[in-house]
Structure formats: structure tokens, C-alpha cells
């Protein structure tokens, strides 16, 4: 089944098992979740590693791992070109080495990755197998088994298991990690962590069910105040290092939530951080990012807070951009938009057809320097609507309030859109991830999304549980 198209697990399927925190994790090189290793009794030949995994930046970076520094680990990874890979290189060992030929670039679905080892098999081929979202992988670029009987991990003191890193190495994963079960003395095939749905043919998770051994580890991520609580009963809680409440969110295999796409970026290629809510590029250049989900109908709601109000900012829905564009010079290159933002004053551009026809002053008044804008997006009435709100007070002026959707948006599926000529800094609130726990934490009428206001009535966090009775798309 291809993992990157239909069977892809974007949150959307009734489970029965709902997953309800992952967490954030930067690579900055300074966030780390790690417990001691060292000094362990535990099967070393016969183990499981199964953890959900959504990225938000692609390129290189370490997923999972164990070992004392440098070549001494073993490692889980995504490589430059994005192939997944394992990495034994554990003392007086043979070095076990694979890598997919297959690429998981898809940051609007979870993957579930599973390694699972006994070396004890007299079949090679069969002392390590790796299973993506229920389907093994096959085909390998690079296949290099482990010796019969090998020690697979390094039980010397001062040595680390991590989550989201490598000791000593870098560059660390980017994006979300949901429900990480590392298990001792037993092999396990994907379906004791996950099903597919028998409707959609979508690898989804389920509860496991079997025991943690001496030295297994559960995390759930659901103490905000504890991120590395380990709740397998053994008492393996990691520590954590420049993480903190903030870093847990509910962006997880089985709510997803919208994030910006690094692989839809028009102009300049801004940076894409901070689990896919901010969007960086350089001063002096427009840039844009498009959303991962894109929706029909329904009422939607999101939030942006602004970093900088003397840079030059634009903020609000877009129809799927045409790629490649042809336009060279063009600030805003895409089909149909609507944008408000400020470079002097609150104003809104209007693109329709490629073309600017609008570029209104509002009497909406100016931004300042932390203030939240909210969009409250009315795709359900006969002329689909926007209206803006700042800090919770809906804008009034000149223009109207809420503004109607271009022609063009009436028919189309929409996606958030952001629009920067400066380095802006703003940070956008879907509801999965914020970069602080606002003061409300307010939900929509769901209860989803985090939020620094509550929604209008009505209106809701765009992920996939409220898709699932709303419409959108992923």
C-alpha cells in the first residue's frame, strides 16, 4: 500500500483508540529527551522500537536512538534525500546498515515506524525488520544485517537512549513524535501497535496490549508538566533538556491538525520551524507558505500573533497554488487570494485569477506588537465569507466585515496562506501546537485547538476529527 497516498494516516479514521498528545520537538541542538542506559540486564539480542512520527522540515535529521557518542550508537534517521534508515554500530558488533530506497516526504500525514530485532534468527533477513504504517519495507539501498547473536545496544555506563536525538549527534528531528513503545525480549510484527481500517484500507493505532519487560518504556506525552513520564510501569522516566509544557501538543496520528507545507513554498523558499507554525524568510524579498489542509465547506477559525508590526505581513487564504509558476517578479504569485495584513496601516490585498484587482485601505486601524489576529472563515453560507477579528474584537471600518470570499474562492478548495516581504517572526495558531500556553488556552466547541480566544460559535480548529463531519481535504 502506498504510504503517501491513499493509506496515508492523516488523522481522520474512527479508531476506538484515540491518541490524544504528541510532542514538539526543534532541531536547535539544544531540546533533548533522554534516560540513562547504561548499566542494563535487558535482552539486547531481541527488542522493539515503535513510535508515531509526523514530520514538519525534511532533510537529515535523527528520530530515535541509543549509545554513548559518535560512532558508538545505534540510530533511527531520515538521510538528506529523505530515506529512512537504521544504524547499529555498537562496540565489538557488526555494523548493521540500512536505508529505504523508497523517500517519506508527506508532512500532512503521520507515519508509524516499527523496528523490530532478534538477532537470535537464523534467517539474516530477518534479524531486523522495518515496518512503515503496517506494510514492511522491502527494498533497501543499503542492507547490511546484523551477525547472529549480536548485542544490539550499548549497555555500558554513560551511555543514553533519546527521543528526537542522538547523543552527540545532529541534526535533530523536526516536527511531532506520538506514542514511543521501546520494548525488550520481544520481536513485534506492527499489528501490536496498529490495524488497517477495514473501510479505507488506513493503517490506524490501536491499544498494545502485550507486557513491558525489564527496562521498557511507554511515553505518552500526556503530562505537560512531565513530557518524559514513562507510563509502562517500569519507572523509566527520560529527562528532559530545554523542553517544557509548551512542547506538548495535540497534533497526533489520530487528530491531525493543519500545519504549513514545506514542500508548497512560492518565491523565495522561506524556513519552514518550529513544529510548522512559523515560517522565516529573508528581509527585503516576498515569500509564501501554504497550509497542509485545504477546506470546502464548514466554518473554520485560526489564529496569528504578530511578532513584528513594522514588517510587512499578510495573512489569509489562498486557492492551491499553480507549480511551477511562471511569474519571476510578482510579490503574490497564485491563483486567488485574500490577505490582510500591514505595512502602514490593516489593509487586504485581493488576487483573483493571478491578477491583483484589490488592494484596500480598510479604516481597520493598525497592529502592534503581540496582538492576536483571528480569521473566522464562513465556507457553509451561499457567498462564502472571512471575517477578522483582533484580540477577540471583530475589526470595524471603512471596509466590510466579514469581507466576501473572491469569486474564484467561492468554488475552490482553500488553504491558510502566509504572505512576508520581511523577516517576519509571526506565529500562526492552528490549534495542534503554540509556542506558549496562552493565558485562556481556549478550544472550539469540540474541544480542539488551542487557542489564545475561543472560536466565534460555530466555528472550529482545522483538523482532521472536525473534517471528518465538516469537509476539507489533507
Keep these: 500500500m502506498e504510504t503517501l497516498q491513499r493509506t496515508a494516516n492523516r488523522g481522520s479514521i474512527s479508531t476506538g483508540y484515540d491518541i490524544d498528545n504528541s510532542y514538539k520537538n526543534e532541531n536547535d541542538n539544544t531540546e533533548r529527551m533522554y534516560r540513562p542506559w547504561g548499566g542494563i540486564t535487558a535482552n539486547t539480542r531481541t527488542w522493539t522500537v515503535s513510535l508515531w ?22 540510530v533511527v534517521d531520515f538521510d538528506s534525500d529523505d530515506r529512512l534508515g537504521f544504524r547499529s554500530t555498537i562496540s565489538a558488533t557488526n555494523d548493521c546498515v540500512y536505508r529505504t530506497n523508497r523517500v ?36 533497501f539501498a543499503t542492507e547490511t544485517n ?17 527521543v528526537g536525538a542522538v547523543i552527540g549527534e545532529s541534526p535533530r528531528f523536526n516536527g511531532y513524535i506520538a506514542e514511543v513503545n521501546s520494548i525488550t525480549g520481544t520481536q513485534y510484527a506492527p499489528t501490536a501497535f496498529g490495524e488497517f481500517d477495514e473501510d479505507s484500507g488506513i493503517w490506524k493505532p490501536i491499544k498494545f496490549t502485550g507486557s513491558y519487560a525489564e527496562n521498557s518504556v511507554f511515553l505518552e506525552f500526556k503530562d505537560s508538566s512531565s513530557l518524559g513520564t514513562d507510563t509502562s510501569g517500569n519507572g523509566q522516566t527520560f529527562t528532559l533538556q530545554n523542553l517544557s509544557a509548551a512542547d506538548q501538543a495535540t497534533d497526533t496520528p489520530t487528530n491531525n491538525f493543519c500545519t504549513f507545507n514545506p514542500l508548497v513554498r512560492v518565491n523565495n523558499n522561506p524556513t519552514i520551524s518550529e513544529g510548522g507554525m ?16 485545504g477546506v470546502a465547506n464548514g466554518k473554520w477559525y ?23 509558476d511562471n511569474v519571476s517578479s510578482g510579490q503574490l ?29 480598510t479604516g481597520w486601524g493598525n497592529l502592534s506588537n503581540g496582538d492576536v489576529l483571528g480569521f473566522a472563515i464562513d465556507l457553509d453560507s451561499s457567498t462564502k465569507t472571512c471575517k477578522v477579528y483582533k484580540n477577540n474584537t471583530a475589526l470595524s471600518g471603512t471596509a466590510a466585515n466579514p469581507f466576501d470570499l473572491p469569486t474564484n474562492m467561492q468554488t475552490e478548495f482553500l488553504f491558510p496562506m502566509y504572505v512576508q516581504y520581511e523577516q517576519n517572526l509571526d506565529y500562526w495558531r492552528f490549534g495542534g501546537w503554540t509556542e506558549n500556553v496562552p493565558d485562556s488556552a481556549a478550544s472550539d466547541a469540540n474541544g480542539y485547538g488551542t487557542f489564545e480566544y475561543a472560536p466565534p460559535s460555530g466555528y472550529l480548529a482545522i483538523c482532521s476529527q472536525n473534517l471528518a463531519s465538516s469537509g476539507g481535504t489533507a
Design 278 to 293: 512559523k515560517v522565516t524568510g529573508g528581509g527585503g524579498t516576498w515569500n509564501q507558505a501554504f497550509g497542509t489542509i
Design 302 to 324: 485560526f489564529e496569528v500573533k504578530v511578532a513584528d508590526a513594522s514588517d510587512t505581513g499578510y495573512f489569509g487564504l489562498s486557492t492551491f497554488p499553480a507549480i511551477p
Design 104 to 139: 517519506f516526504r508527506d508532512t500532512s500525514a503521520w507515519y508509524h515506524l516499527v523496528f523490530a530485532v532478534d538477532t537470535t534468527s537464523s534467517t539474516a533477513g530477518n534479524r531486523l525488520r522495518i515496518y512503515v504504517n503496517g506494510v514492511e519495507e522491502t527494498s
Design 146 to 162: 546484523f551477525d547472529q547473536n549480536d548485542l544490539t545496544m550499548h549497555n555500558a555506563n554513560g551511555s543514553y537512549m533519546e
Design 333 to 361: 504569485m497564485y491563483n486567488t487570494s485574500f490577505m490582510v495584513g500591514a505595512s502602514s496601516g490593516i489593509d487586504y490585498y485581493y488576487w483573483q485569477s493571478g491578477s491583483q484587482t484589490s488592494n484596500e485601505s
Design 53 to 74: 512520527v509526523k514530520r514538519t522540515e525534511l532533510g537529515a535529521c535523527y528520530t530515535w536512538g541509543a549509545g554513548v557518542s559518535g560512532n558508538d550508537v545505534l
